[in-house]
């Protein structure tokens, strides 16, 4: 039989075959990216001793581990860019969180080189590439992009046709680790493990950076629980890879996009929101492309910006020149890095911006608003309990030093952290003479990357769109658009340093100067009255960005009177990315932007036009929608704050008033608590008024034992009352009585294993305790400490007052801090 072969498959095998590395000696190597999503480096090969994360570890030992690996900024979208196109977010102006910006048509996703030297690449099913370019990225790159890509669909014929396949797994990611509820999280996470896989709240190592709760204790054993599941996906792909006849022609890599979804974490400079796990598995025919032999660990600095040429490297292909990263693979690989460069930009509807420079040794960030916290109120994360017991906590007589660093107002102007010595990022050495050269280099290290790489997140978002008209961020810098802008670098690095030179800079005839010398101004604690009458200038000025930042410093520094009608206006705006500015910093006024009202319902009636009610947040749509999302986020945020108002001290802190003891016993004001003690005696502390709905925060600290209490809600009738109680009796804190008709929740054995589950270790002995009670309709709602016990509904009592028990055992019960606001 005669065989033959069209000229143009000839071509592609030799191609394929010559441009491997290896040369002849080998077919080109399969490439496999597992992407973990919001994972620091909690993995037992790092040293983690609570995690369970058995497949990792087996890989692993198979694998060169690297100590050093970074992302480029701690949110997935600007790392996703980065990843996909080898070049800086910042350089491509997708620095911003579902950016909408284009990137030029000759930067192609670097799956696309690999395809059309004959590889077939498929990606499992994140994209979130942060430009409106993307669906061109996507049908360029991937021969499969779907939720069943996989290297098994190559075509029969091509059954040796080499692969680059990527799986994102999403089970760790910041949606179940903490903002789904938690019985979504057992039915759709925790129940994928066996009981001895399940992590116990009451033996995880806490950061010091963390307060010790019981709500936090139970988020951060529940993200290692999602960890622990992830794992188990790690080792099915593996094990496909295996039972295909491909682990010995297949390079692995197992990576994190950025640090873990908790709290301090995801959205920070930190390490622990930049430092990820990285193994490269190299099979035996590729061992000479190894930098290290398996098992053996690389302590070369890498980051996100590297991950495109080393893979084209290790294929041995032909690294576009656009592409800023190194090829820390492949021969012959580039040179070690001193640092790698990371940046904070807007993430949803949070404005922020801040660079890191980070070396083996030393990490600095330069933090260019430094009047906002770290811990600032965000939509979406703040669904999740953990969020609001920082929000709870805070408190400087209280917090640690750590945890106020994270959970304060404010951040440093500069932060340097010797990450040898202090790998947590504990101890600020900013203000150390001793370190002032590290300082100046790593300083010096930062402008010369801003200025090498054209980084673009010192043009306002507002003010970008204005600038490159219908070019590209990218391709507008290179072509001098920006022109005058790139200078407003050296205004920003005066904010927090150089108050003149702000000042100065509030009359630039350049937009993005004066943007900047408003930051600055609104940067300081005090506002003299030349910078006062600055800012109230800029109040009118033709730039939309510098507006909104003017009447964002004015109601930072109290002049809301003035500030409040550019916001409304500018929040009603036809440019989305300038609503979303001014929305987010009324919402920062809250209650002092009541007259805003009208116009932020404006805008979540806008948003619901834009993009469907519907629509889950993690859903990417194009760029007008993700801003009108974002900018709803502001609005539903503030609105809900203005309607939360009308909390009612039921206790003054000083007196009885209001309040009627129904027994014998002693009753009485200390220190600004309640103290009541009843000696054999049922003794029930009643107030006058009564309540339909309403929501109800009182926080109560009893004896360690020997002693039966509650908080009486809806409560009637002379004498004992007849109402719902709220337990208060160590476990069973958080249960629900019918006074005088028996229990409510829990009553079932069911329901009792139920309630054990939900409440945990919540109630701490011998503290004060937190108890938020919601009654709404037939519907009661509880939670200790944060920690949701009860959710039931039942029709007895729909009117009553609020009560404070002494059953009669035990020593003093003691009450504080009790609100009540009435629901409509």
């Known amino acids: 039989m005669k065989l033959c072969c069209h000229p143009a498959l000839i071509f592609l095998f030799l191609l394929i075959d010559t441009t491997f590395v290896g040369g002849a000696e080998s077919d080109p190597p399969n490439i496999l990216w597992i992407t973990a999503e919001d994972m620091s480096a909690t993995l037992g090969c790092y040293g ?49 969180m579902r950016s909408a910006f284009p990137v030029p048509k000759s930067i192609r996703g670097f799956p696309t080189i690999l395809r059309d030297a004959g590889y077939y690449t498929t990606n499992n099913v994140k994209t979130d590439y942060n430009t409106s370019s993307w669906q061109r990225i996507v049908k360029e790159s991937w021969n499969d992009n779907s939720d069943t890509a996989h290297w098994r669909k190559r075509p029969a014929k091509n059954g040796k046709q080499p692969f680059f396949s990527i799986f994102n797994l999403m089970t760790s990611h910041q949606s179940r680790t903490m903002v789904w509820t938690y ?96 193994l490269i598995r190299f099979p035996k025919k590729c061992q000479h492309l190894a930098p290290a032999m398996p098992g053996e660990t690389v302590d070369r600095l890498v980051s996100f910006v590297d991950f495109a040429p080393a893979i084209l490297s290790l294929a041995g292909l032909d690294i576009p020149p656009h592409m800023q990263g190194r090829p820390f693979l492949g021969k012959p690989n580039s040179e070690s890095r001193d640092y790698v460069y990371g940046h904070r930009d807007r993430v949803d509807e949070v404005i922020d911006m801040a660079r890191s420079v980070r070396g083996k040794r030393y990490l600095y960030i330069r933090n260019y608003m430094p009047h906002l916290g770290y811990n600032q109120p965000t939509a979406w994360p703040d669904l999740g309990d953990i969020r609001h017991e920082f929000y709870r906590l805070t408190d400087p007589q209280q917090m640690t030093g750590p945890q106020w660093h994270f959970a304060g107002p404010t951040r440093p102007v500069e932060e340097l952290y010797d990450c040898q010595s202090d790998p947590l990022n504990l101890n600020n050495l900013a203000d150390s003479g001793e370190h002032s050269k590290v300082l100046n280099q790593l300083r010096a290290a930062h402008r010369g990357h801003v200025k090498k790489t054209l980084d673009l997140g010192f043009v306002p978002e507002p003010a970008a769109w204005r600038l490159i008209g219908d070019s590209t961020p990218w391709e507008a810098a290179r072509a001098g658009m920006y022109g005058k802008h790139f200078k407003a670098a050296d205004i920003a690095a005066a904010v927090g340093k150089d108050d003149d030179a702000c000042l100065k800079a509030t009359r630039s005839s350049v937009a993005s100067k004066r943007y900047w010398g408003v930051i600055g101004l609104t940067a300081q604690e005090v506002l003299s009255v030349a910078e006062q009458e600055a800012l109230t200038a800029r109040l009118s000025d033709e730039s939309a960005a510098v507006r909104v930042a003017a009447a964002a410093g004015l109601g930072r520094h109290n002049h809301v009177e003035r ?48 993009r469907p009610a519907d629509t889950p947040a993690t859903f990417v749509l194009s760029g007008e929608q993700d801003l009108a999302m974002f900018a709803s986020f502001a609005a539903r945020s503030f609105l809900s704050k203005v309607a939360s108002d009308g909390w009612v001290k039921l206790f003054d802190g000083e007196t009885l008033e209001g309040w009627t003891a129904r027994a014998d016993g002693t009753v009485k004001v200390v220190d600004g608590e309640i103290q009541i003690l009843s000696k054999g005696k049922n003794l029930w502390l009643v107030h006058d008024k009564k309540y339909d709905d309403f929501e109800l925060v009182v926080e109560a600290l009893m004896p360690k034992s020997g002693y039966n209490s509650g908080i009486g809600i809806r409560c009637s009738g002379k004498g004992r009352p007849q109402g719902y109680q709220c337990e208060i009796e160590n476990n069973k804190s958080g249960m629900i009585y ?58 007895r009592f729909s009117s009553g007052s609020i009560a404070l028990q002494h059953h009669g055992k035990g020593d003093v019960h003691r009450f504080q801090n009790i609100r009540i606001r009435e629901l409509k």
């Not at 690996?69 to 790392?79: D, G, K, N, R």
């Not at 993200?223 to 099915?236: F, H, L, P």
């Not at 409040?564 to 036809?574: A, N, S, T, Y």
């Open 183 to 278: 019985d979504r999280f057992q039915r759709e996470v925790q129940s994928r493990l066996t009981k001895d896989e399940i992590h116990d709240p009451s033996k995880v190592p806490l950061p010091p950076y963390y307060p010790d709760t019981p709500v936090i204790r139970r988020t951060v054993a529940r993200y290692y629980d999602c960890v622990s599941a992830m794992d188990k996906q790690v080792g099915e792909i593996l094990r496909q890879l295996e039972d295909d006849g491909l682990a010995d022609d297949t390079i692995v890599f197992f990576y994190s996009d950025h640090g873990s979804g908790m709290p301090r974490h995801k959205r920070a400079l930190l390490d622990s929101g930049m430092h990820v796990p990285l």
């Open 563 to 610: 500030a409040l009608p550019v916001l409304i206006d500018d929040v009603q705006h036809e440019d989305l990315s300038v609503v979303l500015h001014a929305a987010r910093a009324i919402e920062l006024l809250g209650n002092r932007a009541r007259d805003a009202v009208p116009a932020m319902q404006k805008v979540v009636a806008r948003s619901k036009e834009l």
């Open 48 to 96: 983690d001793e609570y995690a369970i994360t058995p497949s990792i570890d087996r890989l692993s030992k198979e694998s060169v581990r690297y100590t050093n690996a970074f992302a480029t900024a701690p949110v997935c979208s600007p790392t996703r860019s980065c990843l996909i196109t080898g070049c800086y977010a910042t350089s491509l102006g997708t620095h911003n």
């Open 738 to 795: 019918a006074i005088g008709s028996g229990w409510v929740w829990p009553r079932t054995p069911k329901e009792k294993a139920k309630f054990k589950m939900m409440a945990g270790a919540c109630f701490q002995v011998g503290k004060w305790n937190n108890f938020r009670i919601r009654c709404q309709g037939q519907r009661i709602q509880i939670w200790v400490n944060g920690v949701q016990t009860a959710d039931v509904t039942d029709e």
